[in-house]
């Protein structure tokens, strides 16, 4: 069940493309904003702006960690089962499939894709929740992956990262399905970083988040069209689910339809606008597969085994141990030997040390930057009596 373009799109997309008359909707690299004014960091004839934002995101000491964080299927040791950085390919890919049908800018594309889960917990959203449980028990400030990204890429590792690039970063909620994504222009880092302030002060503020650009737009729906279908595939490796236990929609039963199915709808309805829109056939199947996916996957038993009884009490001890540790300036602790003199090893300058940063900011960088199996790793290490454990489910 493949969806195509009507034949006039097709032919006018061509027709405008080989003539150049399509609508300039595409974010204009010389509208870049940075928090510095940086020669080096400036467009050339053969790297963009953009281009420079993705060599920064991609040489990020942390982007290496996305191979070994896990989207929703943690207890598994199954190289079949998708990662973040794997999933963060697959949004820039779908994101660029449908940009470069709408005459967007690719670069800034990509950039936002390969960068908006960097700051991502071990344990998916799982390992998100609980960390955002701890950082507000002790401080009433809240943690949320995307908005920790933001933090990764313009303060524990200060790259100048423009201000599209990071506001795209911030708003990518992929969690919030809209039938319509209109840009809200952004202007100066001044209102970006209010904006990012109030979602460390208001857990709800993060969903309100708008992109700034249409390309933001497109990465934030693609984020939703990357894991829709993915995420059954993983289901049914990990023997949640059958794939024939999912009702087939108006964009198909399995990822490959689901994905040409969107892609082809959106660029069916935004091509030449300046918003990014489904219509209300393929909008609402995609609800319908996303609820689908919530009742016969994230909430099932299988999928959430394990998590409550503990990941989140070992969340808990680990961050007390190294709050306790920061605190105390016991530099034998890991999160001086691992993390501090890591993070430090950045050549960037710094508005200020790192480790004069708030004590519970620095434990929450440290855990949210640990990939799975390093959180297991240090757990033991830390609580070697503890009788909490985690068991994975092998190949066998």
Known sequence: ??????????????????????????????????????????????????????????????????ADKTQVFSFYKNDDITRRGLHVQLVSRIARTIGGALNLN???????????????????????????????????????????????????YPYNISLQTLS?????????????????????????????????????????????????????????????????QD????????????????????NAEMINNLMVNIIENSYGKDYIKLDAKHFNALKKAKSDNYELVYKSDLARKGFSETVQPMFRLLYDRLLDDLISKNEESQIFAHHIAYVNKSYYKRREPYENSEPNQIVVDYIASMTDDYFIDLFAKLFPDSKLKIEYKGYF
């Open 1 to 66: 069940m493949y969806e195509e373009l009507s034949n006039e799109l097709a032919q006018r997309m061509s027709r405008e493309k080989r003539d150049g008359s399509f609508k300039k909707v595409a974010f204009d690299c010389d509208g870049v904003i940075r928090r510095v004014a940086n020669p080096h960091d400036n467009g050339s004839v053969w790297r963009t702006a953009f281009i420079r934002d993705i060599d920064k995101i991609m040489n990020c000491p942390y982007y290496n960690r996305y």
């Open 235 to 254: 289901a049914e490796r990990a023997k949640v689910v059958n794939e024939s236990d999912f009702e087939g929609t108006d964009i198909g039963r399995f």
């Open 106 to 156: 690719l670069d800034l594309i990509e950039a936002i894709s390969l960068g908006h889960d960097i700051g991502h917990t071990p344990f998916g959203h799982a390992g998100e929740r609980y960390l955002d449980e701890c950082f507000f028990a002790h401080t009433g400030r809240h943690f949320s992956h995307n908005i920790h990204s933001v933090r990764v890429l313009d303060g524990v």
């Open 168 to 232: 795209g970063i911030a708003s990518h909620d992929g969690e919030l399905e809209l039938s319509e994504y209109r840009p809200k222009p952004l202007d100066s880092f001044e209102e970006f970083d209010r904006q990012i302030e109030n979602c460390y002060l208001d857990a709800g503020a993060v969903r309100k988040l708008v992109p700034s650009t249409l390309e933001g737009c497109v990465v934030r729906i693609s984020d939703i069209i990357a894991y829709l279908g993915k995420d059954r």
